[in-house]
């Protein structure tokens, strides 16, 4: 899978940009605030709709605008797509090959891409919902009808949440349980079918890029704490009328990484969630790889700032030994980049423009 070309329009300081990508490594390098991050968010929107660098999407679009629009022309093994995305006051608005699709899900499905940032390390040390949405998109592109499964879950949960205010009978909630339970059945599943595929690739990355930490281990807890889930929430039904939410359930779903030395998150140095993070990213990857038979574009984001020249060089010789496209950002060529330079795409990105360096 390559992005063969993006454009860009209105994105934070970018105006107007237009690149043409190759299918190996590409580098933007410039000063800070340049736009060499909003041009790997841009592409991350085509992939994710929502930004690596905010949880509020309108914050993107640049001030005074009316909308931002995103297109990318993608490459994959089936053939070429052209994807557009418009974000305005209306929300989304997706077309793929020129027509408008019903669904931003339809656009998404065609291009997946992992990304690296300075942020990454809240798969370790941040809340459960970053990790259950990090989990969740790899779900979705191996199983694409995940979506629509989670869209139901969650409409059943907020009917049992609303009927836990209204105190209703007990004959209700019990109406209630059933339903949401049978709404939770494919979602857990298949989370836990895509948690044992990342669960080994993640610990092998780990391995790799941790090993004196010791024998790791992902776990999954998917909301249901192994047991039956009709049990537990009637278990809790006074706590949750209590508080007015359902307090079990796959929406508490969650996974976490311990090491035989460090069995706990808080054990971790930053530099070391920085090394989970990226053993996390690569092992999606990597496990899209297996799944669909290509690889995703990866995105690293200020390599050199996130990472020792050390783990650069191991990051680079795993990502090339793969056939993912890469985009890279930096202030300068990071060192562990000099030895394939000349193989590298260029661009010098400086005021929201981008220059390409032949």
Same mark, same amino acid.
């Given at each position: 899978?390559?992005? %063969?070309?993006?454009?860009?329009?209105?994105? +934070?300081?970018?105006?107007?940009?237009?690149?043409?990508?190759?299918?190996?490594?590409?580098?933007?390098?410039?000063?800070?605030?340049?736009?060499?991050?909003?041009?790997?968010?841009?592409?991350?929107?085509?992939?994710?709709?929502?930004?690596?660098?905010?949880?509020?999407?309108?914050?993107?679009?640049? +001030?005074?605008? !009316?909308?931002?629009?995103?297109?990318?022309?993608?490459?994959?093994?089936?053939?070429?797509?052209?994807?557009?995305? %418009?974000?305005?006051? @209306?929300?989304?608005?997706?077309?793929?090959?020129?027509?408008?699709?019903?669904?931003?899900?339809?656009?998404?499905?065609?291009?997946?891409?992992?990304?690296? !940032?300075?942020?990454?390390?809240?798969?370790?040390?941040?809340?459960?919902?970053?990790?259950?949405?990090?989990?969740?998109?790899?779900?979705?592109?191996?199983?694409?009808?995940?979506?629509?499964?989670?869209?139901?879950?969650?409409?059943?949960?907020?009917?049992?949440?609303?009927?836990?205010?209204?105190?209703?009978?007990?004959?209700?909630?019990?109406?209630?349980?059933?339903?949401?339970?049978?709404?939770?059945?494919?979602?857990?599943?298949?989370?836990?079918?895509?948690?044992?595929?990342?669960?080994?690739?993640?610990?092998?990355?780990?391995?790799?890029?941790?090993?004196?930490?010791?024998?790791?281990?992902?776990?999954?807890?998917?909301?249901?704490?192994?047991?039956?889930?009709?049990?537990?929430?009637?278990?809790?039904?006074?706590?949750?009328?209590?508080?007015?939410?359902?307090?079990?359930?796959?929406?508490?779903?969650?996974?976490?990484?311990?090491?035989?030395?460090?069995?706990?998150? !808080?054990?971790?140095?930053?530099? $070391?969630?920085?090394?989970?993070?990226? @053993?996390?990213?690569?092992?999606?990857? !990597?496990?899209?790889?297996? @799944?669909?038979?290509?690889?995703?574009?990866?995105?690293?984001?200020?390599?050199?700032?996130?990472?020792?020249?050390?783990? $650069?060089?191991?990051?680079?010789?795993?990502?090339?030994? %793969?056939?993912?496209?890469?985009?890279?950002?930096? %202030?300068?060529?990071?060192?562990?980049?000099?030895?394939?330079?000349?193989?590298?795409?260029?661009?010098?990105?400086?005021?929201?423009?981008?220059?390409?360096?032949?």
């Amino acid at each position: 899978m390559r992005l %063969t070309s993006l454009g860009i329009s209105h994105l +934070r300081n970018i105006e107007m940009l237009h690149l043409e990508l190759q299918p190996g490594i590409n580098v933007f390098v410039g000063p800070n605030g340049g736009g060499k991050t909003s041009i790997l968010e841009g592409a991350y929107l085509l992939s994710h709709a929502q930004s690596f660098r905010t949880g509020s999407v309108e914050t993107v679009v640049s +001030r005074g605008a !009316e909308q931002m629009q995103l297109r990318g022309r993608v490459e994959r093994d089936s053939g070429a797509m052209d994807l557009r995305l %418009t974000r305005s006051k @209306a929300g989304w608005t997706a077309q793929v090959n020129g027509g408008t699709v019903p669904s931003l899900a339809d656009l998404l499905q065609e291009f997946a891409m992992v990304c690296l !940032e300075p942020g990454s390390h809240a798969l370790i040390s941040g809340g459960s919902r970053e990790r259950r949405q990090f989990l969740d998109w790899g779900v979705f592109h191996v199983e694409p009808d995940f979506w629509a499964d989670v869209r139901q879950y969650n409409r059943a949960l907020r009917q049992r949440n609303a009927a836990l205010k209204q105190l209703p009978a007990q004959q209700e909630l019990d109406t209630w349980d059933v339903a949401l339970v049978e709404r939770a059945l494919p979602v857990v599943a298949k989370r836990r079918r895509y948690f044992e595929g990342f669960q080994r690739e993640l610990e092998g990355m780990l391995r790799r890029f941790l090993p004196e930490m010791g024998e790791p281990q992902a776990v999954l807890d998917d909301g249901t704490h192994g047991t039956d889930l009709l049990e537990v929430l009637r278990a809790r039904r006074a706590l949750d009328i209590l508080r007015g939410h359902t307090s079990r359930g796959p929406h508490r779903a969650d996974w976490r990484i311990a090491f035989q030395s460090a069995p706990l998150r !808080e054990h971790l140095s930053r530099g $070391q969630e920085k090394l989970c993070a990226l @053993a996390c990213v690569l092992a999606q990857a !990597e496990l899209f790889a297996h @799944a669909r038979g290509e690889w995703p574009v990866i995105a690293l984001d200020d390599l050199a700032s996130e990472l020792d020249q050390e783990h $650069q060089t191991s990051v680079m010789e795993l990502a090339l030994s %793969t056939q993912a496209q890469l985009l890279i950002t930096g %202030t300068d060529l990071p060192a562990a980049l000099q030895p394939f330079a000349a193989a590298a795409r260029m661009f010098h990105v400086e005021h929201g423009k981008a220059y390409s360096l032949l």
